[in-house]
């Protein structure tokens, strides 16, 4: 994609009440590829964008965009409303304070200039506005475009977690499958000699009462006394 391109998908509301500088900064604007809404007073702005100046009698909208603005670029001196007054009202809304604000004005006043760029000003350029004044808009325009991206990539990444979580209720049955499929260990060294002994022991034992009972009817017959012709005689 080329440079032009890129730039014309961006959307530019120029704001001044005078019909020869608004046709000056929209051609400024198109010759830079940018798409161009124009409007001749800061009421009217208010209204594309979806919010109503307290002075105005046309019935309230609620406090949204109307049109997809990536910047507004306004006149200072303007009847009714100024462009400062403008600028308050854009940043003091919700929906619509970080779409970037640029000032102009035929007048090179530094407290006003000052006042501007304090209350979230990005640039505050002095009339008539050149085209190179023009290439100023590109950094702000990609600078509020940057974070978008971001939010929406984490939205997505946000989304695609719960997808890749594994039931935690699942775990405990593949971890016992995997516990009974593997092979009991192997006993040590250590373990099977005292095995061997203990087995040893216990045949040895186990001898040591087959040969207890075997000898035993043969010491259990015990000598008797016999009291014939006045002498002893052992019987066995």
């Known amino acids: 994609m080329t440079v032009p391109d890129a730039e014309s998908r961006f959307h530019v509301l120029a704001v001044d009440d005078s019909l020869v500088d608004r046709k000056l900064i929209e051609m400024l604007l198109k010759t830079s590829s940018y798409q161009v809404t124009t409007v001749d007073s800061g009421s009217k702005a208010l209204e594309l964008l979806g919010l109503r100046d307290a002075s105005s009698p046309s019935p309230s909208s609620p ?4 049109i997809d603005v990536n910047l507004i670029i306004t006149d200072y001196c303007m009847p009714g ?12 809304s919700s929906s619509l304070k970080d779409i970037p604000v640029v000032i102009m004005s035929s007048e090179n006043v530094p407290a006003r200039i000052s006042r501007c760029l304090q209350d979230g000003a990005e640039e505050f350029f002095l009339k008539p506005v050149k085209l190179a004044d023009m290439k100023k808009l590109k950094s702000h325009l990609l600078k509020r475009k940057q974070p978008k ?3 929406a990539q984490q939205g997505q990444a946000v989304e695609l977690e719960p997808e890749q979580q594994l039931d935690p209720r699942a775990q405990p049955a593949h971890d016992a499958e995997e516990t009974a499929a593997e092979p009991p260990p192997a006993a040590s060294n250590g373990t099977a000699d005292g095995g061997n002994k203990r087995k040893a022991a216990a045949m040895e034992e186990e001898g040591m009462l087959a040969v207890m ?3 035993a009817p043969e010491s259990s017959t015990k000598p008797r006394l016999s009291t014939t012709s006045n002498s002893l005689a052992v019987e066995t």
């Open 63 to 66: 406090d949204h965009q109307e």
């Open 149 to 151: 991206e971001a939010q």
């Open 81 to 92: 409303m100024t462009g400062y007054d403008l600028l308050k009202r854009v940043k003091g």
């Open 213 to 215: 009972t075997v000898a």
